[in-house]
């Protein structure tokens, strides 16, 4: 076993696409719940994830009725994973802060979860959503709280060989999400923490661990203004 290594986010990514589901991993777990108590009506729609990573999230839309299911991701493993998870839905390799190979209002729900975490310009990623995103649409965003980023703590894993990999992070506090959504005419419909003790009877004592009013979340949900 080595000492911590840093790599690019995408060859981070890379090599923690096999293992990425399987891993016990507290964010990851409180992302996929915030997601399951959010209140959409998704059948016959279009959904588009901003880094969708091994798919796990466009499954979860596919089960709420979603018809059409896009994604795309810096990762080319993650992408690998996604793609066997379904071959119907549409998935390319793509940068969130660049120009996205997308018709305008091509989709009727956008998400962004856990990855903008990985962004340090909000901004441009924004914008695109803005774009892409149907009258009468939503984007949620579901992130690593800014209490906890602000702290230095981002993503990371136990590589095979027990190396703890880290990637480049970039907290982002209330002022920047406020001044992100504004620019790209974004509305706030909702805002919510989600703390250790929103997170279900299911939680691992790895989530209560911080205390049961500790914030692990935050989840936005947006209209075109
Ligand atoms: C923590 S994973 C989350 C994956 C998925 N959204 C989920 O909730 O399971 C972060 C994902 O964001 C992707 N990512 C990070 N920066 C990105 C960028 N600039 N453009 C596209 N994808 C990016 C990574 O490759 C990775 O798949």
């Known amino acids: 076993m080595s000492g911590p290594v840093t790599l690019s986010v995408a060859a981070a990514y890379d090599l923690w696409a096999l293992d990425y ?4 991993n507290p964010m990851v777990f409180a992302a996929a719940h915030a997601l399951s108590q959010a209140s959409l009506s998704l059948t016959q729609k279009t959904c588009l994830e901003f880094g969708c990573g091994t798919g796990r999230n466009l499954a979860a ?18 992408l690998v994973q996604a793609t066997k998870r379904d071959t119907s839905w549409t998935l390319f390799q793509a940068d969130v802060s660049a120009a996205i190979a997308l018709p ?20 441009s990623p ?14 949620k965003i579901i992130e690593i709280h800014p209490f906890m980023s602000l702290q230095g703590i981002s993503a990371h894993f ?9 990637m480049p992070a970039f907290a982002h506090p209330f ?4 001044a992100g959504f504004t620019e790209a005419g974004l509305r706030v419909d909702g805002l919510k923490e989600w703390r250790a003790c929103d997170l279900g009877p299911d939680a691992a004592p790895k989530i209560l661990r911080r205390g049961p009013d500790w914030p692990w ?3 936005w949900t947006l209209s075109p203004a």
Do not use: C, N, P, Y
Request: charged share 30%; net charge negative; proline share 0%.
């Open 21 to 24: 589901d399987g891993f016990d």
């Open 61 to 78: 839309l596919a089960a709420r009725g979603a018809t059409r299911l896009v994604g795309f991701d810096l990762s080319s493993a993650m």
């Open 104 to 123: 305008d209002q091509s989709a009727d729900f956008i998400l962004f979860s856990l990855t903008l975490e990985h962004v340090a310009e909000l901004k």
């Open 126 to 139: 924004l914008r695109e959503a803005r774009r892409l995103l149907r009258a009468g649409g939503t984007i």
């Open 158 to 166: 136990k590589a095979k060989d027990g190396t703890e990999v880290t």
């Open 175 to 178: 002022q920047d999400w406020m």
């Open 217 to 219: 979340l935050v989840d």
